[in-house]
């Protein structure tokens, strides 16, 4: 058996080589445990995207008679020298090609010519495809000495000829989703077949993936400039993509893009929209796939290891594996030390009831106000949060603006209502500031309870935003931790912020015009209220040059400890509320 090692040139050459071509398809055929992402068409579309950002490296084996008996497709991250799977991320299932008895001899031989070349580095496979061989990592003194080998639940959808979505689908709880969405337009699902028509919405879904990670797994929303072209190129091979969308009129519910993995359909990309999400829209979705895969005779759909929601539709759970192989002895030991530490810290924290989730929130929260920490205002910082617990005065203003006057104002339409990418620029630069992991939850409870945003982005730095709730009855003002009763058929204009470089261009006057005019247009509103801190002069100079009207006034004050908190309205608003009361109790 001859092991080689190509890279760069070399492994380009060989990947426009017909002769190998033939070869390497051959062996994937052959490969029980090979998946798509190891294949010729795959790993040479995302090659020929990415060769900017990467660097190939084949290893290799050949036969007596010149047949290849072993294929690893790995590539070199150009910024990092990182070594990854060919297909880095893009690829779910990462692993190598070999014939059935050359499974676990040809990787051991693939990592030792990888150490010889690579000493300091190390490789991590995530995930493995399911029946990839691992009995060579039981050998003793072999490369299981320097592997750290991961399980992971791998959820799936036995299609069947479709009953299980069908039964599903006449289920009370999924009957009721379907309602509520048919209220706000016709649901439909709808299949892409072009790579024009993926075009069109890509970036949207995209926007609503990036923002659901950031808020429940606090994964930094990155921007990838060759994932909508790798996508698209990969619409261009009949069958191998699957993309639809559930919509709800217009609107995008939910999105799905999946690859046909042998006789298989695996997601890929998963999407939601988080205006529609308390329907569950993904949900419905799956369901609805199920149908369309089971008329197609696709026998399983494949969600992809990940856990979460997924395992909550699977109809089995298998178990798959990532793999990290540390070229390095010395390397492999500083591991396991930082992974003991890690471990025995983790047992510390269960005693006290903290999770693992709860201590990275909290670690997340240290490091991001460490990183904005002024070390010479410690001092200052310190002298001023004692003060406030000896004594501190605060009075939150609440105005309020007759919905009926909104249209002698001008309207700057400046900002852009409901934009998921721009939230997604958002950068805290203040210390008090949320985290964008803290921000992106925020958003998406918030679009999930019909509230709207309005933002202002200028190369990529989010300027500016604020809030419209469209009816409210009770609100709550954090700041100085009371509630009041708003009048009926009130809308609230809260939450805005102006980034200190756009601050005196009259974003925040724009913004406030806007959100009038956008509330005054919601059947049957009356009045719109908004609040402010009494010390925020320029915000209340800009709240009263609008037109709003002083209402009254909610305090809390500290002093030695003991808190009072009480509220002084004036007459006008006193009316508002007692007419809404007395239509309340007329009605009961």
């Known amino acids: 058996m001859n092991l080689l090692l190509a890279q760069k040139t070399k492994a380009e050459e060989l990947s426009d080589d017909c002769d190998f071509l033939q070869k390497w398809t051959a062996l994937y055929e052959h490969c029980a445990w090979g998946t798509v992402f190891q294949t010729p068409l795959f790993i040479k579309t995302w090659y020929e995207i990415y060769k900017e950002a990467f660097d190939l490296l084949f290893i290799y084996e050949l036969n007596e008679s010149n047949a290849l008996t072993g294929f690893f497709p790995l590539a070199i991250e150009k910024a990092t020298g990182k070594i990854c799977a060919a297909g880095c991320y893009h690829a779910e299932y990462q692993t190598w090609l070999a014939t059935e008895e050359n499974g676990g001899f040809f990787v051991e031989k693939a990592f030792d010519a990888l150490r010889r070349e690579f000493p300091d580095k190390k490789l991590e496979l995530l995930f493995l495809s399911p029946t990839t061989p691992l009995g060579w990592i039981e050998k003793k003194n072999g490369w299981g000495g320097q592997t750290v080998l991961l399980t992971h639940l791998h959820p799936s959808i036995e299609i069947g000829n479709g009953e299980k979505s ?4 006449r289920k009370k709880g999924n009957k009721t989703r379907f309602r509520q969405l048919k209220k706000l337009g016709e649901v439909r699902l709808e299949k892409l077949e072009t790579p024009e028509e993926l075009e069109k919405v890509f970036d949207e879904i995209e926007d609503y993936a990036k923002i659901r990670l950031s808020a429940l797994h606090n994964i930094p929303p990155v921007h990838d400039p060759y994932r909508k072209p790798f996508h698209l190129a990969l619409m261009n091979f009949p069958n191998l993509l699957h993309a639809s969308l559930l919509k709800v009129g217009e609107q995008i519910a939910s999105a799905k893009i999946s690859l046909r993995n042998r006789n298989e359909m695996l997601l890929s990309i998963t999407s939601m929209s988080p205006f529609l999400a308390r329907q569950s829209p993904s949900k419905l979705h799956i369901l609805l796939l199920g149908k369309e895969f089971a008329a197609e005779k696709i026998p399983v759909f494949d969600l992809s290891p990940g856990g979460g929601y997924k395992e909550r539709f699977a109809t089995q759970c298998e178990k798959v594996h990532s793999l990290t192989v540390f070229f390095s002895k010395a390397n492999f030991l500083r591991y396991k030390s930082k992974r003991k530490v890690i471990g025995l810290t983790k047992e510390s924290l269960e005693r006290f009831n903290i999770t693992k989730t709860k201590a990275f929130t909290f670690a997340d929260k240290v490091r991001y106000k460490l990183r904005r920490v002024k070390y010479r205002t410690i001092p200052r910082t310190i002298l001023k949060n004692t003060r406030r617990k000896l004594y501190e005065h605060r009075e939150c203003r609440i105005y309020s603006f ?10 700057p339409n400046l900002m852009r209502r409901d934009s998921v990418s721009d939230l997604l620029q958002y950068a805290p630069n203040e210390g008090w500031q949320l985290t964008v992991s803290q921000f992106h939850q925020s958003c998406l409870e918030r679009f999930g309870n019909a509230v709207h945003s309005y933002t202002r982005v200028e190369d990529n730095t989010l300027l500016h935003f ?37 601050r005196g261009r009259g974003l925040y006057h724009q913004s406030l015009l806007q959100g009038l005019h956008d509330a005054a247009q919601i059947p049957e509103t009356k009045q719109v209220f908004i609040g402010v801190l009494a010390d925020n002069a320029p915000s209340r100079h800009v709240i009263e040059k609008v037109g709003f009207i002083y209402r009254g006034s909610l305090f809390k004050e500290t002093n030695f400890g003991k808190v009072r908190k009480w509220q002084v309205w004036n007459d006008g608003f006193q009316e508002m509320t007692h007419e809404m009361s007395l239509k309340e109790s007329f009605s009961s």
């Open 166 to 169: 069908e039964e599903s689908l």
């Open 402 to 411: 007759d919905a009926r006057k909104a249209a002698s104002l001008e309207n």
């Open 466 to 502: 604020g809030w419209l709730i469209e009816r409210q009855e009770i609100s709550r003002v954090f700041e100085v931790e009371q509630e009041f009763q708003l009048p009926a058929n009130s809308a609230v204009l809260f939450d805005y912020y102006t980034h200190p470089q756009a």
